[in-house]
């Protein structure tokens, strides 16, 4: 099979033609009163622009040439510069209020000559959101085709097609590897999501193939509604662990990785639990909400290596804690009031709005190969040859500390995590990390282990900046991680570029791990 060309979309003629027809203009028209309402509430949410008309009216419906130019330069004005992710700002109320309006707002994007990547990010979002909003309630927990996904979005996309495209197919693997997911974790650690952006990026203009709208819409709705299953599986795992620890009369839990005390009673974690909420809109960003999952799939990894410890007779051999059943899940969620809906409109896109993990490499299960420990990672350049020089000794430290512990206590068949404690501060390291750490390893090995070991000089930073007030290594331990940073980056675009998936996506998520941290550990500077 090979992959179809592109197919022009056929929509409503463009106020750009040099010569519309009468018709046309009352066609364009009618598409941009319906647009409004969306155009109006990013412009003034985000203070894009001055609204042309005053606030909660609309255009005229018989407008004067003027007024009739001006608007549609206005909002294309509005056009160039909103992007995706304020788009999924808008509160649900206002983004799914009319798939009239959604529909407008689509048409505008498609007839677009030269699409840019945030007209690509926008169609992306803007596809799946009418998808959510206009699919009959059946679709939603049932098994969803290419068929289903064409028929819906047929009013927005007259072309939609459902002929499958041998360039989309990497899609279906990457559901049939979130079907097995049990965890956001899992999710992350296998890099579905990264997978997938990456696929988009590679498309180019095929991506506009209606064929190619639809598969990716199929894949964003089932990505987000597998994302929602999964963190309703995390928080009711959460609670059946402090449930279990409660009933083993254990009052107190280290959760230092999570980001609480050394002794953090359970009720205040069924507290923090019970009230957790996802960041939107006044606190969203990337970072925030990566830090917001990072968090609570930290605090399940430290309550579940709790209940291993105090309770082993309650620990699943597999995972080390508890894990709720499907059932019970649905039940939890009950009673917090949360139950678990398969998909949520307003739901940030998923390959936008949280740390993205990639998949765990083929030695997932690494063995202790070398004798010595790697090198350590040389400091990145430095403004001063002395910051340099310290910084170089610390990450030589830390790099031979992690190592050390990583050979004497291998990660468990089954566990995708491993846990280091550096100055009574834990890191936690994914499979791939792992790896790079005890097998013997290449450039790419490298950079990962430089990766982990700016993050744990953050992370050990951060702490000692908590206890005793120490700015100084705090300070050099921010300097170094914003160089690596700039380093990883171009790292990453260069395996894009040499089509290595694995190692953009590997080192593509630990940069964006050591991003979070980064931002955190600024907040603690004066």
């Given at each position: 099979m090979t992959s179809k060309t592109r197919i022009p979309v056929k929509s409503l003629g463009s106020p750009l033609d040099s010569s519309p027809k009468p018709q046309d203009h009352a066609a364009i028209w009618g598409e941009a009163i319906q647009a409004y309402p969306l155009y109006s509430a990013l412009a003034a949410q985000f203070k894009?622009?001055?609204?042309?008309?005053?606030?909660?009216?609309?255009?005229?419906?018989?407008?004067?040439?003027?007024?009739?130019?001006?608007?549609?330069?206005?909002?294309?004005?509005?056009?160039?510069?909103?992007?995706?992710?304020?788009?999924?700002?808008?509160?649900?109320?206002?983004?799914?209020?009319?798939?009239?309006?959604?529909?407008?707002?689509?048409?505008?994007?498609?007839?677009?000559?030269?699409?840019?990547?945030?007209?690509?990010?926008?169609?992306?979002?803007?596809?799946?959101?009418?998808?959510?909003?206009?699919a009959p309630e059946s679709l939603y927990r049932s098994e969803i085709n290419l068929e289903d996904v064409a028929q819906v979005l047929q009013p927005v996309l007259a072309e939609a097609d459902a002929t499958p495209l041998e360039w989309c197919e990497p899609l279906d693997s990457m559901l049939s590897t979130v079907d097995h997911c049990q965890s956001l974790r899992d999710l992350l650690e296998q890099g579905v999501l990264e997978k997938g952006r990456m696929l988009k990026e590679s498309a180019?203009?095929?991506?506009?193939?209606?064929?190619?709208?639809?598969?990716f819409c199929r894949f964003n709705f089932l990505v987000r509604r597998a994302f929602i299953r999964l963190l309703h599986a995390d928080l009711a795992a959460v609670m059946h662990a402090i449930d279990a620890l409660d009933a083993g009369g254990v009052k107190t839990v280290d959760c230092r990785r999570a980001g609480f005390s050394a002794a953090e009673t359970t009720s205040q974690l069924r507290y923090y639990a019970e009230n957790w909420r996802q960041p939107f809109h006044k606190d969203y960003t990337e970072s925030s909400v990566s830090h917001?999952?990072?968090?609570?799939?930290?605090l399940r990894a430290d309550l579940e290596d709790a209940v291993t410890r105090f309770l082993p007779a309650s620990a699943d051999p597999r995972f080390g804690a508890l894990i709720p059943t499907e059932s019970t899940a649905g039940e939890r969620g009950k009673s917090t009031g949360e139950a678990p809906v398969p998909f949520a409109p307003s739901f940030p896109g998923a390959s936008e709005f949280f740390a993205k993990s990639p998949e765990a490499p083929a030695s997932s299960q690494p063995t202790p190969a070398a004798a010595t420990p790697p090198a350590a990672p040389p400091a990145a350049s430095a403004p001063q040859e002395s910051s340099a020089a310290g910084n170089s000794l610390e990450a030589e430290k830390c790099l031979e500390t992690i190592w050390e512990q990583l050979i004497a206590a291998p990660p468990s068949r089954g566990r995708s995590m491993s846990t280091v404690v550096l100055r009574d501060t834990k890191v936690l390291l994914s499979s791939w990390e792992v790896a790079a750490f005890v097998s013997e390893g290449d450039q790419e090995a490298e950079d990962l282990r430089r990766a982990v070991v700016a993050r744990a000089l953050l992370a050990v930073a951060m702490d000692g900046r908590k206890r005793s007030g120490d700015l100084a290594e705090l300070a050099s331990s921010i300097t170094l991680a914003r160089t690596e940073v700039s380093y990883f980056q171009g790292r990453v675009e260069a395996a894009k570029r040499s089509k290595n998936t694995e190692a953009a996506v590997n080192l593509g998520i630990s940069t964006k791990r050591l991003l979070s941290v980064l931002e955190e550990a600024e907040k603690l500077q004066p």
């Open positions: 894009l622009a001055a609204l042309p008309h005053p606030e909660g009216e609309l255009p005229p419906a018989r407008p004067t040439r003027e007024i009739f130019d001006a608007d549609l330069k206005w909002l294309d004005g509005v056009d160039e510069t909103v992007r995706a992710y304020q788009i999924r700002q808008l509160p649900s109320e206002i983004l799914n209020a009319s798939s009239d309006a959604l529909r407008a707002f689509i048409h505008r994007q498609l007839r677009k000559s030269d699409k840019t990547t945030a007209d690509r990010d926008k169609i992306d979002l803007l596809l799946v959101q009418y998808f959510a909003l206009c180019g203009a095929m991506f506009y193939d209606p064929a190619a709208l639809v598969a917001a999952f990072e968090q609570l799939l930290a």
